[in-house]
């Protein structure tokens, strides 16, 4: 499978999961967030971002608990939590975020 | 796998996962992470036991830069946001392969309880007390 | 120019692979610890009284991409042990008669 976005085409699993990290930029993540029909908003950039960062120190990327946890931590017991993490990614936080931050399906998903 | 599954009302079992290799020359290191992980993510009693090679996985400044792999010594840092807070290395295997624990890295869990708390996530263990560790497990997993 | 190069690519805790490179290797010959080989010559690791035997009368050397993975520092090896990239792999290679794996 791949997306196709401007011409180029990246390469991804059969569940839209990039295949490569390094092919990410802000505009695929949009191409893919659009054809999930998601706008991505500052508060979707916020878990995106954060997963990103997240990976980058981890080499992982994080189960659903495990990222409302550390949410909550990094920005308040408001945001951390799944009623809000659901809100804006109504596939599965974890699940979906992942996607757009073009990291592989979360450790601890199925 | 020493106990019947037919536990009603969701007693939680208590895993313990023995890591016995050293962590670059295959992938039994790697793979037993992921799935203590994946066990923990979904609530399991999770605790690890490093012994034999398998203290290596858990040396500091490990740089795969060289080798051309994924660097996954820095998922081990993770463990502690999977709630998995029992980290048992075998003071005998560290011995006789000249590795100080003070040459670990300084795995840490955060107590959300305690305004975020650090506090650290490896015992060191000697024979007799792993003997007991293992005993005391309701199902152990070897990696 | 004759002498052999002799690689060892295991732990010395898991496999005798390296028991018995030192144990077969004549005097004058290069071994080479590469992957977890690497471990074998950790200062103070119940390997290094016999690495340091083998180093009276043939040379030791570990490759350092696989030191640097491990998170081993060349002041942490056994004395004497000296330290080689890809390039110095390659070059004892060329120099030697032939090269010998222990797996």
Not at chain 1, 103 to 108: I, S
Not at chain 2, 8 to 27: E, Q
Not at chain 3, 82 to 88: N, P, Q, S
Request: aromatic fraction near 8%; charge should be negative; include cysteine.
């Amino acid at each position: 499978m791949s997306i196709e976005i401007e011409g180029k085409s990246y390469e991804t699993d059969e569940e839209g999961y990039l295949a490569n990290l390094s092919d990410w930029s802000h505009e695929l993540a949009e191409a893919m967030a659009r054809m999930d029909g998601c706008d991505l908003t500052d508060n979707h950039w916020e878990v995106v971002n954060f997963l990103r960062e997240y990976y980058e120190e981890y080499q992982i990327a994080p189960a659903v608990r495990v990222l409302t946890k550390a949410i909550g931590k990094r920005l308040g017991k408001d945001k951390g939590n799944s009623k809000y993490l659901y809100e804006l990614f109504p596939y599965g936080p974890a699940k979906q975020a992942c996607k757009y931050a073009g990291l592989p399906k979360p450790t601890g998903c199925v | 796998m020493s106990e019947p599954d037919s536990q009603a009302g969701g007693t939680v079992k208590k895993f313990l996962y023995i890591n016995r290799r050293a962590p670059h020359g295959s992938n039994y290191a790697q793979e037993g992470l992921e799935v203590a992980l994946i066990g923990a993510a979904f609530d399991q009693d999770v605790a690890m036991a490093f012994l034999d090679d398998g203290v290596f996985q858990l040396k500091s400044n490990q740089d795969t830069a060289e080798i051309g792999t994924k660097n996954f010594s820095a998922t081990y840092r993770a463990l502690g946001d999977y709630d998995v807070k029992k980290v048992y290395v075998e003071r005998e295997s560290l011995e006789s392969r000249g590795i100080g624990e003070d040459e670990l890295m300084p795995l840490v869990y955060e107590d959300e309880d305690d305004d975020w708390e650090e506090k650290p996530l490896i015992s060191v263990v000697d024979e007799a007390e792993l003997r007991e560790i293992i005993d005391q497990a309701d199902v152990i997993l070897n990696f | 120019m004759s002498a052999i190069l002799h690689t060892v690519n295991k732990s010395p805790f898991e496999k005798n692979s390296l028991a018995t490179c030192l144990r077969l290797s004549l005097p004058g010959s290069h071994i080479l610890l590469i992957e977890d080989g690497v471990y074998a010559a950790i200062r103070g690791g119940s390997m290094s009284d016999d690495l340091k035997r083998a180093m009276s009368d043939r040379t030791v050397s570990v490759l350092g991409p696989d030191l640097r993975a491990r998170g081993i520092t060349e002041d942490g090896l056994v004395d004497g042990v000296g330290v080689v990239g890809y390039d110095g792999f390659v070059h004892l290679a060329a120099e030697s008669s032939k090269v010998q794996s222990w797996m």
